[in-house]
RNA sequence: CGGGAUGUGGCCCAGUCCGGUCAAGGCGCCUGGUUUGGGACCAGGAGAUCGCAGGUUCGAAUCCUGCCAUCCCGACCA
C-alpha cells in the first residue's frame, strides 16, 4: 500500500498534491505560486516537449525567441488584448538596487526607476508583432511561422502545481499570413497537431472545438480549443489555437504588398500547450498508488528489480538484466536497472508505482531455476511470469499495449462520463451528482451563458466540432437551438 | 482580495489554552553489522535561530501586534 498518498476517493485534491511531491515531479519554491519543476518531472516536460517540437517543423514553422520583457505601451495597442491581461501582469519598474539605510539589507534604489514600465510576458503576441512589422513587406515574406518555447507569468490569485502557477512553460506559436482562409487553416491545422499529440502520446482523449465569444482568447476573432475531462469529472482546457484576424496587424501597422503591389493587413494565428499538460497527464491516468505514465512520455520504461541473497546471486542476475536492458535499448526503451543494496525489493516496488514507471521486471532465485522473469504493469497492476528467452519482444509488445490500454480506458471514462442532456432540472442533477461533460442545448447568448455560469459554476467548454446539427430548446431559457455545446466545471 | 485552518531539524508532527531543564516522537539521513519474492532489523551518530519582524516579561515555541507563506471555500483565471 502507498505510504501517505491520500485515496482520490476521500480527498481529490489532497492527492494531487501529494502525488506531485511524492512522485518527485514538482515542489513548490519561496516564490508564492511559483515552482521548482524536479528532474523527474522535467524529463517528462522534456518528453513532451521535443514530440511537440518535432512536430512544429514538420508542419513547417521555425523556433526564434523574442524577450521576457514588454515594454507597457506595447500591451495596450490592442485594445481587448491589454483588457484580458491587464489585471495578471508583474511590472518592472527600476533597474537597480543598493544597499538600504542599516548597510545590509538592499532596496530598490528610487534613482533608478525606468522611464516606461516593462511588463513580464503574460503571453508574446504584443512583441513578436513589433517585429513582424519589420520583417514583413511582401507577399513573398509570407507565411511566416515561429514557434518559440519561453517562460511566461501571469500573476494568478490562486495557484496550483502544473495546473495553474504564476509562472510556467510553454510555447507559443506565432503566424502570419497573406489571407484570412490561410490563417483559419492554420489553426485549425495546430488544433490537430495537439489533439494528435494529447490522443497518441498522452493517451489523453480531447474534444475538439470553437470557445464561445465569452470565453475567447483576449484578442483573437475565434479560439479553437482541445477539452479534456480529468477523473474527478472536472474538464480541463488542454490547448487552445486563436485566429486573430487582423487585429494584431492593425494595432501593429504590418501591412504587405501583393502580387499587385497593393497594400494589405496580413492575417494572424497564435497557438500553445504549456506545463499544463503535465498536470493533465496526472490528472487523466494515476490511481491510488500513484503516478500512472504513459509509455511515450515515460522517462524510464522499465524497472528491473533483483532479489537476491549475496553477492554471487546478485552478479548472475545483473547478467541477465544487462542483457535484457541491452536488447531493449536497441528499441529506445530505457531501462533501469535498480541493484540498490540498501533497499529491498518491496521499497523499490512501490518506489517505480509511485513514479508511474509503465513495466517492472522482478528477477530472484526462484526465476534464475525457472528461467523466468516477473512482469508487472502498472497499468493493470497485474504481474505474470515469462521466460527470460524472448522476454525484450515481450516488454516491447507490453508497452505498445499499455499506451493502447490507457487511451482506451481514457476514452471509455470520457464517454461513460459525457451525458445529454435535455432540461434544466436534469442538468443541475446530472452536474451536482455524476460530473463530468455535458451535452446541452444553448441560445447562443452570453447572458444564458453567464446566468448557467454563476448558477451553477459550469462554463461552456466549446461548441464540438462533432455536434451536429439539430433541432432543440435552450436548457434555461427554452429558446429555439440548433446544435449541442459542451458544459463542464473547469479546473 | 473576503471566510476558515495551518506554519516547530529534509518530511510528518507533540508541546501553545495555563510563559520557567520541552524542544519530544516517528520517517528520512550518516556509520557499522545482519538482511532482501510487497515499503527490513539492531547499535551508534548528525541535524532546530520553534515562518519572519517587533513588543510584553527576570524569562517567550507558548502572551500581544504586524507581516509572509501554504491548504480548503469563495472572488479571479485567453
Known amino acids: 500500500m502507498a505510504k501517505g498518498l491520500p485515496k482520490r476517493s476521500e480527498d481529490f485534491s489532497g492527492w494531487y498534491n501529494e502525488l506531485v511531491n511524492k512522485a518527485d515531479l514538482a515542489e513548490h519554491s519561496d516564490v508564492r505560486g511559483c515552482m521548482v519543476i524536479k528532474p523527474y518531472g522535467f524529463a517528462i516536460w522534456e518528453n513532451m516537449k521535443s514530440v511537440l517540437d518535432a512536430k512544429f517543423k514538420q508542419t513547417g514553422h521555425q523556433n526564434a525567441y523574442f524577450p521576457l520583457f514588454i515594454p507597457k505601451s506595447y500591451l495596450s495597442k490592442e485594445a481587448a488584448h491589454v483588457e484580458g491581461f491587464a489585471k495578471e501582469c508583474a511590472v518592472v519598474t527600476h533597474y537597480r538596487l543598493k544597499t538600504g539605510e542599516d548597510g545590509k539589507s538592499v532596496v530598490v534604489d528610487p ?20 517585429s513582424y512589422k519589420k520583417w514583413i513587406q511582401s507577399y513573398r515574406d509570407l507565411p511566416l511561422m515561429i514557434n518559440q518555447w519561453a517562460n511566461v507569468v501571469r500573476w494568478e490569485m490562486r495557484t496550483r ?28 491545422k495546430m488544433l490537430e ?94 490511481d491510488d498508488l500513484g503516478l500512472v505514465l504513459p509509455p511515450k512520455l515515460a522517462p524510464i520504461h522499465v524497472a528491473i528489480v533483483p532479489i537476491y541473497k549475496g553477492e554471487e546471486q546478485l552478479n548472475n542476475i545483473r547478467k541477465v538484466a544487462v542483457k ?65 528467452e524472448g522476454l ?12 493502447e490500454n490507457l487511451l482506451n480506458k481514457a476514452k471509455t471514462f470520457q ?6 442532456v435535455d432540461n434544466w432540472e436534469d442538468f ?20 444564458t451563458e453567464n446566468k448557467i455560469k454563476e448558477e451553477t459554476k459550469a462554463t461552456i467548454r466549446c461548441i464540438p466540432y462533432d455536434s451536429i446539427e439539430e433541432e432543440g430548446k435552450c436548457i434555461y431559457t427554452g429558446k429555439p437551438s440548433k446544435r449541442r455545446v459542451l458544459f463542464a466545471k473547469a479546473y
Open 392 to 403: 525484450a519482444d515481450k516488454i516491447k509488445a507490453l508497452l505498445d499495449e499499455i499506451q
Open 111 to 130: 534613482e533608478a526607476k525606468l522611464e516606461e514600465e516593462l511588463i513580464v510576458r503574460p503571453t508574446s503576441e504584443t512583441i513578436i508583432w513589433n
Open 428 to 447: 443541475k442533477n446530472v452536474l451536482e451528482n455524476k460530473g463530468g461533460f455535458i451535452l446541452a442545448h444553448w441560445d447562443g447568448t452570453a447572458e
Open 415 to 420: 464517454t461513460e462520463n459525457t451525458t445529454k
Open 324 to 388: 535484457l536492458q541491452n536488447e531493449l535499448a536497441q528499441h529506445n526503451i530505457i531501462v533501469k536497472f535498480d541493484d540498490d543494496q540498501q533497499r529491498k525489493p518491496g521499497w523499490k516496488f512501490a518506489e517505480y508505482e509511485m513514479k508511474g514507471v509503465p513495466v517492472r521486471v522482478a528477477i530472484g532465485p526462484r526465476d534464475m531455476e525457472n528461467g523466468t522473469a516477473e512482469v508487472a504493469r502498472r497499468d493493470t497492476l497485474q504481474k505474470e511470469s515469462y521466460p527470460q
Open 193 to 286: 497537431v495537439y489533439a494528435d499529440f494529447t490522443e497518441q502520446y498522452m493517451a489523453m482523449p480531447v474534444v475538439k472545438g470553437w470557445k464561445t465569444e465569452s470565453e475567447r482568447f483576449a484578442g483573437a476573432n475565434e479560439t479553437y480549443c482541445i477539452e479534456a475531462l480529468m477523473q474527478d469529472g472536472k474538464a480541463l482546457q488542454a490547448g487552445t489555437s486563436h485566429f486573430l484576424g487582423q487585429n494584431f496587424a492593425k494595432a501593429f501597422d504590418v501591412k504587405f504588398s501583393d502580387a499587385n503591389g497593393k497594400q494589405e493587413y496580413v492575417w494572424a494565428t497564435s497557438w500553445g500547450v504549456s506545463t499544463r499538460l503535465m498536470g493533465a497527464l496526472i490528472l487523466t491516468h494515476s
Open 161 to 188: 502545481l502544473f495546473l495553474r502557477t504564476a509562472e510556467f512553460l510553454w510555447q507559443e506559436g506565432h503566424t502570419a499570413h497573406a489571407t484570412e482562409q490561410e490563417a483559419v487553416q492554420e489553426a485549425e
